[in-house]
């Protein structure tokens, strides 16, 4: 038998909602277009408060902040509606002006928090993103939208300071919606949907902004751009994959990727740019805000080289750490002691320094690891590199992972008693009640690493078969015991 199809509720949200919107669009202006219009408009609010509680996302408080935001903008439209269209108020600023201001701010704060979520603690780089971005629309947006918009209205500071609240606010919701894309990036159908609204919402505004500065005729047209917007914030609440929105993203959600490269350096061009389609309209030129804000970008771009240099620094060291320490332990690899080991050989040759190593194996790990398993296995090595590394602080040995549960210890300067006497000191920390075989080799001053470190594993052989929990050392190469007896004879 055939399932029944049933449509998700994000699904039905938007089918509904963009019905009512088709309708808003095709019906003139009037009563009946303004109820459609308000329902559409409050259906966000709702989808998005229906969302939320749906979905139940673990940090809920950035999705009830935006709940707030979209209603006091639905709040806006369902009083426009009334003072202008049934009550026939013309004055400006008005009632559904407090509700609009308000907006802003609310839907700003719920994306800074959707940003701080998905990526805590500082965040330099987003913010440097998103200032680079709020300079340079803010000045397009000076220059064809706040001063004609100032330019026109009477000296009134009211009127005056509502009228710059809007594209202000545009700028900021702007700047707000990089930060959650520098942060939150994942990917995800709300994430899509989200910034779709958000685009939408911004570009309508400044269309009614730039038709009410410029044109007289009736601006009904730009409804049709709010109301997809209202269906996206509603669709993007109402996805199940808004609980990972604002989630922690993964560190290559950080990469300084090729479409935000772009997205800056359209930014940073918008200035110069602004001044040429000035100079092409034939507009005076906003000499001052050019500079400034020229000024202010280039601050910003250098900034921004400078943060992505440290995390380029941060990345090299971390790989030279990765290529040079065992990812289990934080000791040194086997290569970095090899070259640590030549290196303190060439010393020791220098100095006449007396050069020891000895190579340390815990006893019984093969049953440790079978009978507690291998998670266990891993805490006991960690827990006695980490003892081990405590211990020797301060000797100037050098300890490495030398592969599975054997060390490396490298001592330069320490003669074969006293490297002796610190391998008794060890056996003092070695977690989990674990005891440790050693066998010891001291450099004759003329073999090379490998052969050293041969005859400390020949000793640490003989330590095992000697019942093990035991340091043995390893006798002076063949050479050294024969040459005497040759000269002599």
């Known amino acids: 038998m055939r399932t029944r199809y049933r449509p998700l509720p994000w699904q039905l949200h938007t089918v509904c909602s963009t019905v009512v919107a088709v309708l808003c669009v095709l019906v003139p202006a009037g009563l009946l277009h303004d109820a459609l219009f308000s329902c559409v408009s409050l259906s966000a609010a709702v989808a998005t408060a229906v969302g939320t509680r749906l979905h139940r996302p673990q940090r809920a408080s950035a999705w009830w902040t935006l709940t707030a935001g979209l209603l006091a903008w639905a709040l806006g439209d369902i009083t426009y509606a009334v003072c202008y269209t049934w009550l026939d108020w013309q004055d400006f600023p008005n009632v559904p002006d407090l509700f609009y201001v308000l907006a802003y701010p609310l839907i700003a704060v719920a994306m800074l928090r959707m940003a701080r979520q998905a990526r805590p603690g500082a965040d330099r780089e987003g913010v440097i993103d998103a200032s680079i971005l709020a300079v340079g629309f803010g000045l397009l947006s000076w220059t064809f939208l706040v001063r004609p918009a100032l330019a026109e209205l009477p000296q009134d500071l009211p009127a005056g300071l509502v009228a710059l609240a809007y594209p202000v606010g545009d700028v900021v919701v702007l700047a707000m919606l990089v930060r959650v894309f520098a942060a939150a990036g994942h990917g995800?159908?709300?994430?899509?949907?989200?910034?779709?609204?958000?685009s939408t919402m911004l570009l309508a505004d400044a269309l009614w902004q730039w038709a009410d500065a410029y044109t007289t005729n009736d601006a009904t047209w730009v409804d049709g751009v709010f109301v997809v917007s209202y269906v996206l914030w509603g669709a993007a609440a109402l996805h199940p994959s808004m609980r990972r929105l604002s989630d922690p993203s993964p560190s290559s959600r950080h990469e300084f990727s090729t479409l935000r490269l772009v997205v800056l350096t359209a930014a940073s061009l918008l200035a110069p740019g602004t001044l040429a389609l000035q100079l092409a309209l034939g507009l005076p030129p906003e000499g001052w805000a050019v500079v400034v804000s020229s000024a202010v970008l280039f601050v910003l771009v250098v900034a921004r080289m400078a943060a992505l240099l440290?995390?380029?620094?941060?990345?090299?060291?971390?790989?030279?750490?990765?290529?040079?320490?065992?990812?289990?332990?934080?000791?040194?690899?086997?290569?970095?002691?090899?070259?640590?080991?030549?290196?303190?050989?060439?010393?020791?040759?220098?100095?006449?320094s007396a050069l020891v190593v000895a190579l340390l194996d815990l006893d019984h790990f093969k049953a440790f690891n079978d009978t507690l398993g291998h998670p266990a296995g891993d805490r006991l090595l960690v827990g006695a590199a980490s003892a081990w590394t405590a211990a020797l602080r301060g000797s100037g040995v050098q300890l490495a992972r030398w592969g599975g549960e054997e060390f490396l210890l490298v001592s330069c300067g320490l003669g074969a008693d006293r490297v002796e006497h610190l391998l008794t000191g060890l056996r003092a920390v070695v977690p989990e009640g674990q005891t440790f075989s050693a066998g010891l080799a001291r450099w004759d001053g003329h073999e090379d690493a490998v052969h050293l470190v041969a005859r400390a594993d020949q000793a640490l052989y003989a330590a095992k078969h000697a019942g093990r929990d035991c340091t043995r050392t390893a006798p002076a190469p063949a050479l050294d015991v024969e040459g005497p007896a040759r000269r002599a004879g």
Not at 188 to 198: C, I, P, T, V
Request: charged share 30%.
């Open 188 to 198: 995800s159908r709300a994430f899509g949907l989200m910034a779709g609204a958000a």
């Open 310 to 352: 440290g995390r380029l620094r941060e990345q090299t060291a971390l790989l030279g750490d990765l290529a040079r320490t065992d990812p289990l332990t934080g000791l040194l690899n086997r290569r970095s002691a090899d070259a640590e080991l030549e290196r303190l050989r060439t010393r020791a040759r220098h100095e006449g």
